[in-house]
């Protein structure tokens, strides 16, 4: 994940001058510092950066979990939580990409949850939009978004995907209309 660590034995952990502390539930020391499990690190890396930030603490002001879509042959996705980017990815099937989308807003806490998907490709964004509601069993916000000038020239033409991810970026920062999406499992 690159981040920084210090490696110490439990019972040096309450004295520990650092921010967070990644132990076992057997070991873990009665402390001030912010801990986190081993299980922890079992969820996929966004959920695991996402629980770290809720446990620092950082940018609690926007209570928000907001996944910009950009659809197309291959797929874009950001993923911001708490105000900052914690995922950046092209996914290259719509069923990987809802099962993701699923473990990420299930696997993390936020007042908020929205899917912001551009609307370049309304066939495919129906479709990814169908198959989160019928398999994810809470309710949402979503928003189609306008896609022009989401797209940057890059050289090289598309570089493995880096074009999908940085539309998905400036898509997840745009506004569009919003609405909330209740699972079939309410509605019926």
Same mark, same amino acid.
């Given at each position: 994940?690159?981040?920084?660590?210090?490696?110490?034995?439990? &019972?040096?952990?309450?004295? +520990?001058?650092?921010?967070?502390?990644?132990?076992? @539930?057997?070991?873990?020391?009665?402390?001030? $510092?912010?801990? =986190? +499990?081993? &299980?922890?690190?079992?969820?996929?890396?966004?959920?695991?950066?996402?629980?770290?930030?809720? %446990? =620092?603490?950082?940018?609690?002001?926007?209570?928000?979990?907001?996944?910009?879509?950009?659809?197309?042959? !291959?797929?874009?996705l950001s993923v911001f939580y708490?105000?900052?980017?914690?995922?950046?990815?092209?996914?290259? /099937?719509? &069923?990987? =990409?809802?099962?993701?989308? $699923?473990?990420?807003?299930?696997?993390?806490?936020?007042? %908020?949850?929205?899917?912001?998907?551009?609307?370049?490709?309304?066939?495919?964004?129906?479709?990814?939009?169908?198959?989160?509601?019928? !398999?994810?069993?809470?309710?949402?916000?979503?928003?189609?978004?306008?896609?022009?000038?989401? /797209?940057?020239? $890059? %050289?090289? +033409?598309?570089?493995?995907? %880096? @074009?999908?991810?940085?539309?998905? #970026?400036?898509?997840? #920062? !745009?506004?569009?209309?919003? #609405?909330?999406?209740?699972?079939l499992s309410i509605t019926g």
């Amino acid at each position: 994940m690159g981040v920084r660590f210090d490696s110490m034995l439990p &019972d040096e952990i309450p004295g +520990y001058a650092g921010n967070l502390v990644l132990t076992t @539930r057997a070991e873990s020391p009665e402390c001030t $510092i912010p801990v =986190l +499990y081993e &299980d922890t690190l079992e969820y996929h890396l966004t959920v695991t950066r996402g629980m770290m930030m809720q %446990k =620092l603490g950082a940018g609690l002001e926007f209570e928000e979990l907001i996944l910009g879509v950009d659809p197309g042959q !291959r797929t874009g996705l950001s993923v911001f939580y708490y105000g900052q980017e914690i995922e950046s990815s092209v996914h290259l /099937s719509a &069923d990987c =990409l809802v099962s993701h989308i $699923i473990e990420v807003m299930g696997g993390l806490w936020a007042r %908020k949850k929205i899917v912001k998907i551009g609307n370049g490709n309304m066939d495919v964004a129906k479709k990814i939009i169908d198959m989160l509601n019928l !398999r994810f069993c809470s309710s949402f916000e979503l928003e189609f978004v306008d896609e022009q000038k989401t /797209s940057p020239k $890059i %050289k090289n +033409y598309n570089q493995g995907g %880096k @074009r999908d991810m940085l539309s998905a #970026r400036y898509i997840s #920062r !745009r506004e569009g209309h919003r #609405r909330s999406v209740l699972p079939l499992s309410i509605t019926g």
